[in-house]
């Protein structure tokens, strides 16, 4: 039994197969090689364009894949969302010419370029718009003023945008990856439970990323003040030092708030204090 699993090439690519490394399944060739080899034997893997991915998913020539939630919705793939990643977050946008009236636009017909053609005739029609669309094949924003109106493309800072002089008008859509699989392979049982084994997987490597893990020592006298100052998961392992009367304290906390904490509790009396990092959380 294969599983065939289908990973963005491009920008995606790098965090797709971090992400894939922290769960054990390394990802070998080089990057001219569209089908690399897998330390995993279970997973067949082809890298392809992120806008392929959804529709290849849904025929079933894919069992599994990453891509944009944009990309989904752009093709309207029928796959089964298993979870949403927050890589590459994008807003799909209408920008127009930054000294043009975004409302005069609607007066009259207008040429808008993009690649997302379902998604904006949808918006246009909701905002009442006459376009007349046309398809781009990147570097959308280049289109206006003399060959567009308007374009619909994403975006994730807006600096390429500006760098343009266009202006953005609307959100079209919001967009993060997404790991998907295909309807039918998720009812074959010996396909859903590899799959189900990434998902526990990624899952706890998803929420490591968000933690640290703090150790420290401390006096009999200090327990308690510090113990109430660490926000951990349920509640900090505390046990007695060998031949001692004081405590070691261990937590995993919010990485975020490392930075304020580790002051407090050294100043509560804590010692050798460790901040260690999480490789996954289960």
Known sequence: MKIKMAIPKGKL????????????????????NYRPSCSDPRFEIK????????????LGQHDIGFAGMDWIAEQGAHVEIIKPLGFNPV???????????YAELKQRRIIVATEYMNLAEQFLEDQGFDAQLI??????????????DMVIDNTSTGSTIKANRLKICDVVYTSATQFFANKDALQDPEKKAVIDDMLLLINGVMNARQRVLLEMNCQDVDIEKIVTLLPAMRAPT?????????????AAIPKGAAKDLIPKLKQAGATDILELP?????
């Open 13 to 32: 690519q790098v965090e797709i197969l971090r992400l894939l490394s922290d769960i054990g399944i390394n990802i070998m060739g080089d990057e001219r």
């Open 47 to 58: 890298l392809l364009k992120g806008q392929n991915i959804p529709s290849l998913v849904e």
């Open 91 to 101: 807003e799909i946008v209408a920008c127009i010419p930054e000294d043009w009236d």
């Open 135 to 148: 398809r781009s094949y990147g570097a959308t924003e280049v289109f206006p003023p003399e060959d567009a």
């Open 238 to 250: 505390v046990s007695k030092l060998f031949n001692s009367d004081a405590y070691s304290v261990r």
């Open 278 to 282: 999480i490789r996954k959380v289960v």
